[in-house]
């Protein structure tokens, strides 16, 4: 084989194997550019990756501080809420800032605390907290604040809380504050009460690590809002407490005044029912014989008297008969009034009495055509009483209705039982008494003044006797009238067992 017919097969085989290469190289380096772009995207994934690591331990960072913070602030709150608790069942200014201790301070995250409330008639602010300060440091401060008062009130003025956080010193400077305090960090919040009350609330820590926050200085106003309001209450407190003192004083000095002025109404009382009772008893002896001699000289018994001189002795006989009637009346009550009679209680039937008195008054009913209604219930006529006191009541109530009542009128008698109590009440239709009269008529000698009365015989003391055996039983008498429209009397007793 000629060298040209081999040069003709290989260079075939040779271009093929070029192109063949060259392929291969081709492929090849599309291999490795796609190969570059994968590890460029790899790579970009993974700066991504890192970014995203990156971000999420950022994130949970800040969520731990968030957590923190809120920690924090839920210890604060529940401090706050401690402090609440012990200083608002303080009565007394002095005791509520006594209330906050080092515990509830260091739940606020501070170990120091003083507090001050200016006053205002000795015009300087006075210490009321020191929590963690030594008698030396307290005093320096104490001295501070006595040093710069118009600074302090102008801080109060402004209503702001002031800290080692806040930006502005132009108030008090901050640093000077820190060394007073011997503190790294603090806050200052105002006490203002709205009775007037106010003053500078001061904590502080000298932990360096410790940083004050938004959070802190929002609790520590909280707190001192606290303080004003407990600082109101026990204003308020004090002053209804005082105003309950002053009032009991005046009515343990009014009780006493009336106790008194109730002593000396029993003594002249007493004088007076003493002076009745031996001025009617002097009367009687002199009554006595004059009721005597008259009798003799009507019965004719020291020589027939003319006609007119008869006339005139029995004037006198019956004006005597009336002036008896009066003494008697009158001992009867005064030895009533001071206990000299004693009521002989026994059960009686009040149906018996007021058939007694009925009958005796028989006549004088007939004589008016006024009719008697007698409704007594039986349940409620066994009573405990003296009979023949009894007896006496009903016939002045008997008899008062029958003069005050105009003929053809009507007088009727109930009866009802309340509790123990037994209660009788003796109505008429007659003139009635006015309202302003129906407690004196229960008085001696005391008579309404009126026409009706002009015309109808009495001397004032029936009812006074009827109320003094009345209350002697133990029971009470009262009357219901309206002036024009008759009157109702009514007592009590008690029931027979
Ligand atoms: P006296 O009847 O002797 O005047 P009392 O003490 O019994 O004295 O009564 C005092 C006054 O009360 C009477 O004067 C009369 O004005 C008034 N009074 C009493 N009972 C009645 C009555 N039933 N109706 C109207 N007035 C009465």
Redesign the pocket.
């Known amino acids: 084989m000629a060298t040209s017919d081999i040069i003709n097969i290989l260079f075939p085989l040779f271009i093929l194997t070029v192109i063949l290469l060259g392929m291969l190289v081709i492929v090849k380096i599309r291999r490795v550019k796609q190969l570059q772009s994968q590890t460029e995207e790899l790579k970009k994934s993974l700066d991504d990756m890192d970014e995203q690591a990156k971000l999420i331990v950022r994130t949970d960072m800040e969520l731990n501080k968030i957590q923190d913070e809120l920690d924090k602030k839920i210890t604060g709150l529940y401090a706050l809420q401690r402090i609440s608790r012990a200083t608002s069942t303080a009565l007394e200014e002095n005791q509520i800032f006594k209330r906050i201790n080092p515990e509830h301070l260091e739940d606020l995250g501070f170990e120091r605390a003083s507090g001050f409330l200016w006053h205002n008639e000795e015009k300087k602010f006075i210490l009321q907290l020191n929590v963690g300060y030594s008698e030396e440091e307290i005093n320096r401060i104490k001295i501070f604040i006595g040093a710069n008062e118009e600074r302090c009130l102008k801080l109060i003025a402004s209503e702001k809380t002031f800290s080692s956080l806040s930006q502005s010193d132009n108030l008090i400077a901050k640093e000077e504050m820190r060394n007073i305090f011997s503190v790294t960090s603090f806050i200052i919040s105002p006490i203002i009460s709205q009775q007037g009350n106010k003053g500078l609330l001061f904590v502080g820590t000298q932990n360096t690590e410790t940083l004050i926050t938004e959070g802190d200085e929002e609790l520590i106003k909280i707190l001192a809002t606290q303080l004003g309001q407990t600082l109101d209450n026990a204003h308020l407190f004090e002053k209804t407490w005082r105003a309950q003192q002053e009032l009991e004083d005046r009515v343990k000095e009014r009780t006493r005044e009336l106790t008194l002025a109730l002593e000396e109404v029993k003594k002249i009382s007493r004088r007076k029912t003493d002076f009745v009772s031996s001025v009617s008893h002097e009367l009687r002896t002199p009554l006595t014989s004059v009721k005597g001699y008259t009798a003799i000289l009507l019965a004719g018994k020291l020589g027939k008297l003319p006609q007119e001189a008869q006339e005139r002795l029995e004037k006198i006989n019956r004006h005597t008969d009336e002036l008896v009637h009066i003494v008697n009346d009158l001992l009867d009550i005064s030895r009533i009034e001071s206990g000299r009679v004693i009521m002989k209680l026994e059960p009686i039937d009040l149906r018996n009495t007021v058939a007694k008195v009925g009958d005796l008054l028989s006549g004088q009913l007939k004589e008016k055509n006024i009719y008697l209604d007698v409704i007594m219930k039986p349940s409620a006529c066994s009573v405990l009483a003296d009979n023949s006191q009894i007896e006496r009541v009903f016939i002045?109530?008997f008899?008062?209705?029958l003069?005050?009542?105009p003929a053809e009128g009507k007088i009727s008698i109930q009866n009802h039982k309340i509790d123990k109590m037994v209660q009788v009440d003796v109505s008429?239709t007659?003139?009635?008494?006015p309202k302003e009269?129906q407690e004196a008529?229960?008085e001696e000698f005391?008579?309404?003044d009126?026409a009706?009365?002009q015309g109808?015989?009495?001397?004032?003391?029936?009812?006074?006797?009827?109320k003094n055996i009345i209350e002697a039983h133990g029971g009470k008498i009262w009357?219901k009238?309206k002036a024009g429209s008759?009157?109702t009397?009514s007592f009590t007793l008690f029931a027979a067992p």
């Open positions: 002045n109530l008899g008062n209705a003069k005050f009542t008429d007659g003139c009635g008494i009269a008529i229960f005391f008579r309404v009126n009706i009365n109808v015989k009495g001397t004032g003391l029936g009812l006074a006797l009827v009357v009238s008759g009157a009397f």
